[in-house]
């Protein structure tokens, strides 16, 4: 999508005028209320699912074994040692102490699962004592070893062949789930709409990225629900996974000039879901160029000259932020000047104007890229579903009342989301070796829609039993169901 303006301009021109061939059947120009012409574009339709994928899903889905969720935990942990990130603050590792994993586990199933330690605790267990587990929490769980544990299972995911029918990790959305904060704390904000209505209704909104191999890397707890592209942005920089991601997919909140001009010059293509195209505007390099029927509606012109003046200040600042001498959420409060833009904010506004025009005029032009951005968030909402799931003790509230508090429980859940996944994607791709062993073709296009976030076979309910069956501690899978049985 790095092509000149003007030529992804007279692409979209050309799609207005009617020409056999080259016409834009979703796009069209209207006349607003007061008279002024905008661009009114039709949504893609919905894609039809074949049968086979429908019969395909049923059959995979039928096989996957019943599972309680701290098995599937450990099962995890013996294909890639991701609990072996959770070294003690002082510097051991879990090995020091005897069934310290089983502690880890137990501790990081109560959080994400907000039901509490007292459930995972036994009396016949010294790993599941009740201080044991405090202990645990105190000295093993924190955002260092969450994250590098979390790391772990994205990387060993991205290894599995059946992964890359998904994707190759290059798209990356942004978005988060939003939870009710029933306690006093101040790192909760208001809003009527997600947390309910009265002087105490409050939440936070944990910003996640996920890729589109479904697994999700970075979180950060934000009050209330603002979604800024500087929540974004800092998530690309500090995550440390092995996937690198090339573009970054939001809804339309965060979707400004500012934005796309400091995603562009970072070298990621910022690419938001839109949700009132007709009112975006368009910018024009060439005040000469003329555009057809969109010439009247692309009048102003971008400022090159500025850009160009103060293009190795925009450097500068793109090196400060890979460096990490900067903060983003810094970065944007330098930049607007509380209201006034600095000369660098100008020119990198400038900057996102001429991305910004590009990209819309292939938002309009490219029915294709619409439907990729689409895909992507509704996995990433099919996967906060997941979370939700798992997340559904105390009426799926958080009841921490400080910010490292929530942090270090929606890390585990995003952790144990991230557990669940990969799980689901090993037996996927052992039901389909199966069914393919019984003489059933598979076309590789349905392996694509094909989606692991489901759970309807993970018990987070009542059992909390951590060991595994003797025949998965030796290295072996479970047997998958036989179609039919419960």
């Given at each position: 999508m790095g092509a000149h303006p003007g030529f992804r301009l007279q692409q979209l021109a050309a799609g207005l005028s009617g020409?056999?061939?080259?016409?834009?059947?979703?796009?069209?120009?209207?006349?607003?209320?007061e008279g002024k012409d905008h661009l009114v574009l039709t949504?893609?339709?919905?894609?039809?699912?074949?049968?086979?994928?429908?019969?395909?899903?049923?059959?995979?889905?039928?096989?996957?074994?019943?599972?309680?969720?701290?098995?599937?935990?450990?099962e995890v942990h013996s294909w890639t040692g991701c609990l072996d990130a959770f070294a003690h603050v002082s510097g051991e590792m879990p090995s020091r102490r005897e069934d310290m994993i089983k502690s880890i586990a137990a501790v990081l199933v109560a959080q994400a699962m907000n039901v509490g330690m007292r459930p995972m605790a036994s009396e016949h267990e010294p790993a599941l004592a009740v201080d044991r587990l405090f202990w645990a929490e105190q000295n093993y769980i924190r955002a260092a070893t969450l994250t590098a544990a979390n790391a772990t299972l994205v990387d060993y995911h991205a290894q599995q062949e059946i992964v890359q029918t998904?994707?190759?990790?290059?798209?990356?959305?942004?978005?988060?789930?939003r939870f009710v904060v029933p306690v006093k704390t101040i790192n909760a904000g208001p809003n009527t709409k997600y947390f309910g209505k009265g002087k105490g209704a409050r939440g936070v909104t944990f910003y996640n990225s996920t890729s589109d191999q479904f697994t999700g890397f970075h979180g950060i707890v934000i009050p209330g629900t603002p979604k800024d592209w500087y929540y974004i942005l800092e998530g690309l920089l500090e995550q440390e996974t092995s996937l690198r991601p090339t573009e970054i997919v939001s809804d339309t909140a965060g979707a400004s000039e500012l934005a796309f001009g400091v995603f562009r010059l970072l070298g990621w293509q910022f690419s938001p879901r839109l949700a009132d195209v007709g009112s975006a505007a368009l910018y024009r390099a060439d005040a000469a160029a003329f555009y057809g029927r969109l010439n009247a509606m692309i009048k102003t012109r971008v400022n090159v000259g500025l850009i160009n003046d103060h293009w190795d200040d925009l450097l500068r600042v793109?090196?400060?932020?890979?460096?990490?001498?900067?903060?983003?959420?810094?970065?944007?409060?330098?930049?607007?000047?509380?209201?006034?833009?600095?000369?660098?904010?100008?020119?990198?506004?400038?900057?996102?104007?001429?991305?910004r025009s590009v990209y819309l005029a292939s938002y309009f032009n490219d029915?294709?890229?619409?439907?990729?951005?689409?895909?992507?968030?509704?996995?990433?909402?099919?996967?906060?579903?997941?979370?939700?799931?798992?997340?559904?003790?105390?009426k799926g509230e958080l009841r921490q009342r400080y910010k490292e508090g929530q942090e270090d429980q929606l890390g585990a859940l995003g952790l144990m989301a991230n557990v669940c996944i990969l799980w689901n994607t090993v037996y996927t791709a052992r039901a389909l070796e199966q069914i393919r062993a019984e003489g059933k073709k598979i076309a590789t296009a349905d392996i694509a829609r094909l989606s692991p976030l489901g759970y309807e076979w993970l018990n987070f309910l009542g059992r909390y039993n951590f060991s595994l069956p003797e025949a998965v501690r030796e290295g072996n899978f479970r047997p998958l169901r036989t179609p039919g049985q419960r």
């Open positions: 020409e056999e061939g080259v016409r834009n059947e979703w796009l069209r120009i209207e006349k607003s209320p949504g893609p339709e919905a894609l039809d699912e074949p049968a086979t994928l429908t019969a395909l899903r049923a059959d995979v889905e039928a096989r996957m074994p019943i599972v309680d969720l701290p098995e599937v935990l450990l998904w994707g190759g990790g290059e798209p990356t959305s942004a978005d988060g789930p793109a090196g400060s932020l890979h460096t990490g001498a900067v903060r983003p959420a810094q970065l944007f409060r330098y930049l607007t000047g509380g209201g006034t833009p600095t000369p660098i904010g100008r020119a990198l506004m400038e900057l996102g104007k001429l991305d029915e294709l890229l619409r439907r990729r951005i689409n895909t992507q968030l509704n996995r990433q909402e099919a996967r906060h579903t997941l979370a939700r799931k798992i997340l559904h003790g105390q």
